[in-house]
């Protein structure tokens, strides 16, 4: 298999409170909830860097395409990377998170490697680290 992963989608429980969070909490460029036509099919993409999308899908209508059952998220399962190109964008990126509704797991701290990390989980319990890295820094838009 080629590394080719496009989309990243994460089951929310409600779709309308998740945009608001990723959209106006966090800045993500989407254009809304699309695919609202068609049933199970409502879904809102979200462009990150590199041609990446973030895709949030209610849990019910992933239940219902996959069969699989719904289940409680487990935070520890999977975390979401956001690097950031200078130390203080962490706490930025974070305080921006806690205005929007996130929940701070771990406050910004420096960290074994000699950067700088802190962590929130969303509104659905999705874990994401926001971290900077001297050693691995961005690409400059």
């Known amino acids: 298999m080629k590394p080719r992963i496009s989309v990243l989608t994460l089951g929310v429980a409600d779709l309308q409170r998740s945009v608001a969070f990723y959209r106006d909490g966090l800045g993500l460029p989407t254009n809304g909830i699309v695919g609202q036509e068609f049933e199970h099919g409502s879904v809102a993409f979200f462009d990150l860097s590199g041609g990446l999308k973030l895709a949030l899908w209610a849990q019910v209508d992933l239940s219902h395409d996959t069969g699989l ?45 000699g950067g700088y990390a802190s962590y929130f989980r969303d509104p659905d319990g999705h874990l994401w680290e926001i971290v900077w890295n001297p050693d691995l820094l961005p690409p400059v838009e």
């Open 69 to 113: 059952p719904i289940t409680p998220v487990s935070s520890t399962a999977i975390s979401i990377g956001h690097n950031v190109a200078r130390r203080e964008e962490v706490d930025a990126c974070m305080t921006a998170a806690a205005r929007a509704g996130a929940e701070i797991i771990k406050s910004a701290q420096d960290t074994f490697y």
